[in-house]
């Protein structure tokens, strides 16, 4: 069983404090005196296994891996732990995916579900594990579902834009992902990580190629050590669809 003990605190990153990576960061170490002070409650470990998660897939460290082995760790540990409640289900389903192990984060996420099937969050992480995937069709269902119960909260929005534009994006209609990205963007314009690549190359598709050039430009300038290289480590998206999104970028000459 995970104790709050192997909750290993990141290296604090470098800014002003209002990036995404420091938000992680500090969560981490709010996370870390909750399960101190209630090392049996699975809800701030499941919350501890996606923002560890987060740090690896978006490379807010130079050690991703490690930071996703931690996610699968905690998530393992707060699964152990949970008496059948929805929220954290629904976040359990978050740090499995982000470790790449979509098979258990589909069980946690159909777990989430059945126990509260008005959860907004629970349809937008489920949704996610269809994109992540390869599967639009049930990735686009199950995120109309959580967008219909996600009125008023920016941040669920967000996410469900990202993911109904990558399952957009897969189908081939990146029309459809163009105008999703962009309002994902807008809903959260802080918090957008490599969305600006996959909007390039659905550009690209698109015929809008010095549109995408310039938006890839504005992502480098703000990630100067980002590659597509990153990208492709990163989230777990399968690989043709990581290969899809490079023969985009490559079209305009990226």
Known sequence: MARASTVRLPVSPRGDGASLADRAYVAIRSLIVSLELAPGD???????????????????????????????????????LNKSDALTETFLAVG?????????????GDRALGLDGG?????????????FRG???EAIERLAIARSLAAGDPVLSASICFATATAHFQ????????????????????????SPVFLA????????????RQTFTAWKRGHPDMTVAHVRS?????ARFLDRVAEGLEHTGI
Do not use: Q
């Open 42 to 80: 699975p809800l701030p470990m499941s919350l501890a296994a996606m923002c560890h998660g987060v740090r690896g897939c978006l490379h807010f460290t130079a050690r991703p891996n490690e930071e996703k082995a931690a996610a699968h760790a905690l998530a393992r540990g707060a699964a152990m």
């Open 96 to 108: 499995y995916t982000l470790a790449n192990d979509l098979t258990t984060a589909a069980i946690h």
């Open 201 to 212: 190359s659905a550009l690209a598709f698109d015929s809008r190629k010095d549109e995408a």
């Open 119 to 131: 959860l907004a969050w629970g349809w937008c992480r489920r949704g996610w594990v269809d994109v």
């Open 135 to 137: 599967e639009p069709t």
């Open 234 to 238: 990163g989230w777990p998206f399968e």
């Open 171 to 194: 189908a081939g209609r990146h029309g459809e992902a163009i105008s999703w990205i962009k309002r994902g963007i807008a809903a959260r314009p802080d918090a957008v990580g490599f």
